[in-house]
């Protein structure tokens, strides 16, 4: 069975940095992409990354870009989200995806305050 678990959400200033983890399981996580997603209150659901099966390329949206990183450990079954620079605005809950099977995570809380 697919299962994708996150941790690593938490309190955080604003500046400050988090990184959250994926474990991945069920599925042979190098064959293929996982994304991050967000959703605060009031919101739609915002896809904040993602990183690619074929050649491990990633993308981000405007409202991350240069301050998140995604990156993967096939070896330990498990994505990761640095978030660097952390703004209150990234206060949401995070959930990483394999977006092609439509398994998610339960999520993880990320609050930026002071």
């Known amino acids: 069975q697919v299962q994708l678990v996150e941790s690593g959400g938490g309190l955080v200033q604003p500046g400050g940095s988090l990184r959250l983890s994926c474990a991945a399981s069920?599925?042979?996580?190098?064959?293929?992409?996982v994304s991050w997603y967000r959703q605060a209150p009031g919101k739609e659901r915002e896809g904040v990354s993602c990183i690619s099966s074929a050649d491990d390329s990633t993308y981000y949206p405007n409202s991350v870009k240069g301050r998140f990183t995604i990156s993967r450990d096939n070896a330990k079954d498990t994505v990761y989200l640095q978030m660097m620079r952390a703004k209150p605005e990234d206060t949401a809950v995070y959930y990483c995806?394999?977006?092609?099977?439509?398994?998610w995570g339960q999520g993880t809380q990320v609050t930026v305050s002071s």
């Open positions: 995806a394999q977006i092609s099977g439509n398994y």
């Open positions: 069920g599925f042979t996580l190098d064959n293929y992409g």
